[in-house]
């Protein structure tokens, strides 16, 4: 979500989104979700989590990333 807002221009509402995620980390990774289904979605730490944490955080630090990303190149 917040890779995608960075995208669309709201960077302010992005940074709200990879604060709350740095706020609910376990172990050094974002959970797959807050809310534990059984046979559906875990609490554990998720890579994909956390690899898209870092993607959004970096479109924001480094305006070449941001032109790149999703840019078809």
Known sequence: MAAAL???GDVLKALEII???YGIAVDGGIPYAT???PH???TWP???STAWLVIAAELI???EDNRI????R
């Open 40 to 42: 559906q979605f875990s």
């Open 61 to 63: 630090l480094d305006a």
């Open 6 to 8: 960075v995208k669309s």
């Open 35 to 37: 809310l534990e289904i």
């Open 69 to 72: 990303f999703w840019s078809g």
């Open 46 to 48: 998720s890579v994909a």
């Open 19 to 21: 604060r709350a995620a």
